[in-house]
């Protein structure tokens, strides 16, 4: 994921906190979605808007998708009132020296697979937002379409995000670097170290998000 610069985004002195880290682990409280008393659960048919009353356990399961052109990077979390935790992230790596057409095909089967097994609730991926090079966004855009259809084919509701907006629903600093939003998913997560590599880590943060702005009715 490219991490664009901030350097026009309003900043009050005051508010701001000087590390993003040491301001998440002071104010933060993990319970990111905050839903009403009276809401419950849907049916597992109907994927979108699945809720349940406070009072019950409740889990919802939200992937994150960071498309490339040679790696795509997933994140699997769930959360409850009393936090997040990471159910699974890694890489699918497209074969090389293979037929574009074959390469779509395999990205598609993978990715059905990967839902049909984790079963989540509502999907979030990264919002094409800049590339230098023409031919690359061509190739990202493609892989992002088939992800897209995999998604949408399982019945899921697929959000995307910029990578700022990433940046802002994780830390609530628009300014934090590639260091510090991957520290603070590691917090959030309760994870032993940081997800490697980085476009896993880059995938939690966009589940993360996602959690972080869903509206579930």
Known sequence: MWWPPCRNLPCDAKTVPTTPLDDYKKHSDKSAIHLPENSRATSRGSKVGRIADLSTTFIVKIIGIDPGTTIIGYGIIETTPKGFACLDYGVFRTPSNTANQDKIVSIYNFFEALIKKHQPD?????????????KTITQVSEIKGVITLALARQGLEV?????????????????????????????????????????????LAIAICCANTAKWT
């Open 122 to 134: 509502k999907a979030g991926i990264e919002k094409l937002f800049f590339f230098k090079n023409a």
């Open 159 to 203: 959000d995307e995000f910029t990578p700022l907006q990433v940046k802002q629903a994780v830390s609530n600093y628009g300014r934090a670097d590639k260091k510090q939003i991957q520290k603070i998913i590691s917090l959030i997560l309760g994870l032993k170290e940081i997800p490697r590599p980085d476009d896993a880590a880059d995938a």
